[in-house]
């Protein structure tokens, strides 16, 4: 019984030591970054799918707390854009990133926004840029 308790508040105390966001407070975030392509909307989706699950389905550990990251990818041709959502679960759901490629003329737009954990910006803005340009490797983060 001593150890349950013990194991509550230590689970507790991580917990209150990280900064959790709740997933409607991720959905009304506006996105960070935004960039225009030149290639296509799906063909760029395609590759930073690709590289999301190279680089972040392994989980990149950015929390103290027992974690796996998992991808939901999903591409909406009939509304011209595709979503690749990021997000830690296991002890705690958290939102990481959400990459969103929109159609736009011949081209695209990339846009992304990440959530608070410390090393989002590094984890997660920059990699799809380069993955969208077709460079579908992982970075320095991947060590």
């Keep these: 019984m001593k150890a349950r308790i013990l194991s509550t508040i230590v689970l507790f105390a991580l917990v209150?030591?990280?900064?959790?966001?709740?997933?409607?407070?991720?959905?009304?975030?506006?996105?960070?970054?935004?960039?225009?392509i030149s290639r296509n909307y799906q063909?760029?989706?395609?590759?930073?799918?690709?590289?999301?699950r190279k680089c972040w389905g392994a989980g990149p550990q950015i929390t103290?707390?027992?974690q796996a990251t998992q991808l939901?990818?999903?591409?909406?041709?009939?509304?011209?854009?595709?979503?690749?959502?990021?997000?830690?679960s296991g002890t705690v759901f958290m939102p990481q990133a959400l990459v969103r490629v929109e159609r736009s003329g011949n081209g695209?737009?990339?846009?992304?926004?990440?959530?608070?954990?410390?090393?989002?910006?590094?984890?997660f803005r920059g990699p799809p840029?380069?993955?969208?340009?077709?460079?579908?490797?992982c970075g320095s983060f991947r060590g």
Excluded at 108 to 123: D, E, I, S, Y
Aim: hydrophobic share 35%.
């Design 64 to 66: 103290t707390l027992p």
């Design 108 to 123: 695209a737009v990339v846009r992304v926004k990440t959530g608070p954990q410390g090393g989002a910006q590094t984890l």
């Design 16 to 36: 209150a030591g990280c900064e959790l966001q709740s997933q409607d407070s991720f959905d009304a975030k506006p996105f960070e970054v935004s960039y225009q």
């Design 129 to 137: 840029q380069n993955w969208a340009n077709g460079v579908v490797e």
């Design 72 to 88: 939901d990818a999903q591409l909406y041709p009939d509304l011209g854009y595709g979503e690749i959502y990021s997000y830690a």
């Design 43 to 52: 063909a760029a989706y395609a590759d930073i799918v690709r590289g999301a």
